[in-house]
């Protein structure tokens, strides 16, 4: 986690700033908080929170920035504000990952142990850091997915992302957060001159982007504007300067090379070896359709004027000359399908939330992507956060909605403090606010963090979370769209699928309509990660293969060995041989193909890959990341990862099988939601594609 208040916590951010105004910086704030007057401080950050709907883990957040952990003596001072048990106070703070109830030993190092990482050498990282840090005035936890999938195996320090980590690298990472060595802080757009723009999304942040803006800061005659990045990845930091009109792109640079390239003439577009040449000329850039990401990369993502003057608003100003069942109408006309993975037409789903008669209803925003292989939302929310904060105010007014909330992964830092400063720019430019755009509506949006929970990406149990409860998915029926937030008609919406509504609404739904195929309309925002050669975003029309995505755009392996399996969809996605590299990006044709699109996250294995242990994998993550409601999903999933082993030694190996097989229809048919129910997918995937892992003779390495 970020360490920043008003970073994490937007609006609440007096609350807190009072209360801790004698506490000290945080390097020094794991105190003693039973003994005053820290814990009358403490108290008051609780109490700041009573009113707050929902307010239990913001003030969770706000006590553990505060002190470090939140403190048991607290819980009952918790119990009282919220008019709730010390029990259910107690169920909370353990459900969450992030929470705890000790002081740390010292900097959180998060290592990433998700199948994107486990692709390029993570799970031998993740056994170096543990060893490392064993012991060490340092806590070294893991984690399932930073959202740096296509340049792995990933580390944060304090919520500071990193890349490219090898069993080497982590021992100097650790070394360094055991040192309480400074981490590289950002800077703003700034200065005057020829416009240079450096990247502030945190993957080109993970690459040195910030070292490279503090360089050219110090450059007279340059103004450096940070944007966002286009989505090469491989190229970060990718740095652009600005010559007659034309953006000329630079990269990979370091700080270390900026002096010779401005010796180069890099103000003017001058010759050098990492000269690229005009953006918008690069093949990678050349071959896209940009509609959901028109802006990513384009803008500065902190100016409102610079939205507007590329285009944004347009959405806005045409939904709110309409009415809102024209507004319905046109989404559902553009064929718009969720994003988020389950790919239901979000034009039903607003229908259904207008026709209620529910004088409060409630706009949320699923920012919770936790899918390894996926970072989209991430640098969306980073890159073009006023196009998110658009979609969801048409959609407030299409259903008669007069509240938003964005439930952010707590993992995403750079996106929480990007959509906090434009919640706060956007109501200053009366695109929020109670009269939005002058005219009668009200809309408010609110940034909601969560605490380390994948499950709570499901839609009910985001709402359960949203509500300060425990992540605990709902039976349905009832649905969100009736019985949703605080018990209220609730759209839930993925941000790809929110993200897109003001392009559809400026460009009308016949223009997005004639994009893809099938029923599958509109592009598709993909996610190319694990042992990728070139990683990083792709928006295209629905219809392009799978194979013209890894091998021609991705250009096949990292490290130049074949390509033996595809993890498409996440970690609940199945695992796709290359003889089906022909299969094309349409939700129908994935599905007859026993296969999900899910969110667009495409995770590359090499000929190492171990297929036998990946399916174990599926089954502990499951194990690890279960809301513990259903038995199959519960308790299943644990016997998947008992099975499993038991197989790879050897031992009554086909009956075992044969067992698995019949717990995956168990867990498939029997579970509350996806977790639980698409779980199965990549052991099945496994087992049938790549049969020969599972009797693979023991002791033998792939």
Not at 424 to 435: F, R, V
Request: glycine letters at 12%; one cysteine or more; hydrophobic letters at 40%.
């Amino acid at each position: 986690m970020a360490h920043n208040a008003t970073l994490i916590f937007g609006h609440y951010c007096p609350i807190i700033e009072r209360a801790l105004s004698d506490i000290g910086p945080y390097r020094l704030r794991l105190l003693a908080v039973s003994t005053a007057p820290h814990r009358l401080q403490l108290e008051a950050i609780v109490r700041g929170f009573g009113t707050t709907p929902g307010g239990l883990l913001p003030a969770l957040h706000a006590l553990q920035h505060a002190a470090g952990y939140i403190d048991r003596d607290l819980i009952d001072v918790l119990a009282d504000t919220f008019n709730i048990s010390v029990a259910e106070v107690h169920g909370v703070i353990t459900f969450y990952k992030d929470f705890r109830t000790t002081p740390p030993a010292g900097p959180i190092v998060h290592v990433c142990r998700a199948e994107a990482c486990q692709a390029r050498g993570g799970r031998e990282v993740w056994e170096r850091a543990q060893a490392k840090g064993e012991g060490k005035a340092v806590v070294v936890e893991e984690v399932f997915c930073l959202g740096h999938c296509a340049l792995g195996p990933a580390v944060a320090v304090d919520g500071h992302l990193m890349g490219g980590v090898t069993t080497k690298t982590i021992d100097t990472i650790i070394g360094n957060a055991i040192a309480r060595k400074p981490l590289p802080e950002s800077i703003d757009s700034c200065g005057d001159g020829v416009t240079v723009y450096v990247p502030r999304d945190a993957a080109s942040r993970a690459a040195g982007s910030d070292e490279v803006a503090s360089v050219l800061a110090q450059t007279p005659g340059v103004r450096v504007v940070r944007n966002g990045s286009w989505g090469m990845l491989w190229l970060e930091p990718m740095i652009e300067v600005v010559v007659d009109g034309t953006r000329i792109a630079y990269g990979p640079v370091q700080a270390t090379d900026v002096p010779k390239l401005l010796k180069a003439g890099l103000l003017t577009g001058g010759d050098h070896k990492l000269r690229l040449g005009p953006t918008m000329q690069l093949p990678w850039m050349q071959r896209q359709q940009r509609v959901t990401f028109q802006r990513v990369g384009l803008v500065d993502p902190r100016s409102a004027a610079d939205y507007e003057a590329n285009g944004g608003i347009a959405g806005l100003r045409r939904a709110i000359g309409m009415t809102p069942s024209a507004v319905v109408q046109e989404v559902t006309d553009s064929g718009l399908r969720g994003r988020g993975g389950a790919a239901f037409p979000t034009g039903i789903k607003w229908k259904t939330v207008l026709e209620t008669t529910d004088a409060t209803k409630y706009i949320v925003c699923n920012a919770d992507e936790g899918d390894s292989g996926t970072f989209a939302d991430r640098m969306l929310m980073e890159g073009d956060p006023f196009m998110l904060l658009e979609g969801m105010t048409i959609a407030g007014f299409a259903v008669g909605a007069s509240v938003g909330y964005i439930y952010v992964r707590s993992e995403y830092p750079e996106a929480i403090e990007a959509l906090n400063e434009a919640v706060k720019a956007a109501t200053a430019q009366g695109w929020l606010g109670e009269s939005v755009l002058g005219t009668d509506f009200s809309f408010n949006i609110h940034v909601r963090v969560g605490a380390g929970s994948y499950v709570c990406g499901e839609e009910t149990a985001l709402l359960e979370s949203l509500e300060g409860k425990r992540g605990v998915v709902r039976a349905k029926p009832p649905l969100p769209a009736h019985v949703g937030l605080f018990g209220k008609p609730t759209v839930i919406n993925n941000v790809l699928s929110l993200g897109t509504v003001p392009a559809i609404l400026a460009d009308g739904a016949a223009a997005y309509e004639a994009l893809g195929v099938g029923r599958s309309r509109g592009t598709q925002v993909l996610q190319l990660a694990g042992n990728i050669a070139r990683g990083g975003i792709f928006e295209t029309a629905f219809g392009t293969t799978l194979g013209e995505v890894v091998n021609d755009l991705g250009g096949g392996t990292a490290n130049g060995r074949p390509i033996r399996a595809v993890q498409v969809g996440g970690p609940l996605g199945a695992y796709i041989p290359t003889t089906r590299f022909d299969l094309p990006f349409d939700y129908e044709a994935f599905a007859a193909a026993d296969a999900i699109v899910g969110h667009g996250g495409i995770v590359v294995f090499d000929d190492t890959v171990d297929m036998a242990a990946q399916a174990r994998f599926a089954m502990e993550f499951c194990a690890v990341e279960s809301c513990g409601k259903c038995t199959p999903c519960r308790i299943g999933s644990t016997r998947g990862v008992e099975l499993i082993d038991k197989i790879t030694a050897g031992i009554d190996r086909s009956a075992n099988i044969d067992v698995l097989v019949d717990l995956c229809e168990v867990m498939a048919d029997g579970s509350l939601c996806a977790m639980g129910g698409l779980t199965p997918l990549p052991v099945r995937s496994a087992l049938n594609n790549f049969t020969e892992d599972f009797h693979r003779t023991v002791g033998a390495k792939k």
